[in-house]
């Protein structure tokens, strides 16, 4: 310990040890936070937008399973935030339902449900695509009239980087 050289003060000036883990720990905060706003750079940076288009669903033609368009590539992720379904023929426009699953056609995988052309919106997450998921379309057994046309957007990002994109 080392006395202050004015005389009225007899406060102990700090040692070096001590200003060695004041600069030891200032460095760990600042590698902390340099690694934190990393992290959401490079996510930022690797997010963009995906349109989302398949073919139209018919009758005779009611399901839409396309995984090399309407799913994200290995190592990817979906965040579907809005879909569409018009009608190609406006003379005769589609009635009836159309069934939105993120998988095979099954009950589990079902998202979703049109029941007329008009456009589904999805908060962050709600309906999130990992890289073996797919957007399958189905019209239902009591679709008729003209096509049902698909469309929509959706984020994309890099699988690794979900958990930062939904907190």
């Given amino acids: 310990m080392t006395v202050s050289p ?17 600069s030891a720990e200032l ?46 590539a290995t190592g990817s992720a979906w965040d579907v ?8 023929d406006l003379a005769d426009p589609w009635t009836g339902h159309v069934y939105v ?10 998202v979703d449900v ?3 052309p ?3 919106f999805y908060g962050k997450g709600d309906l999130l695509l990992q890289g073996h998921d797919r957007l399958v379309f189905m019209g239902g057994p009591d679709f008729a009239g003209g096509p049902a046309v698909p469309g929509g957007e959706a984020i994309q990002l890099i699988d690794e980087l979900v958990p ?3 907190s």
Avoid: K
């Fill in 164 to 166: 930062e994109y939904l």
């Fill in 101 to 110: 699953y993120s998988g095979p056609v099954s009950p589990v995988n079902q």
């Fill in 81 to 88: 935030r809005h879909l569409t379904f018009a009608s190609a």
């Fill in 6 to 22: 004015d005389l009225t003060d007899t406060a102990p000036i700090p040692g070096l040890a001590f200003w060695a883990g004041v």
């Fill in 114 to 116: 049109f029941t007329g």
């Fill in 118 to 120: 008009g456009t589904h």
């Fill in 27 to 72: 460095g760990g905060a600042a590698r902390a936070v340099r690694d934190y706003y990393g992290r959401y750079e490079r996510l930022f940076r690797a997010m963009h937008r995906v349109p989302i288009t398949g073919p139209a669903i018919i009758v005779g033609a009611l399901v839409c399973d396309r995984p090399d368009i309407l799913g994200p």
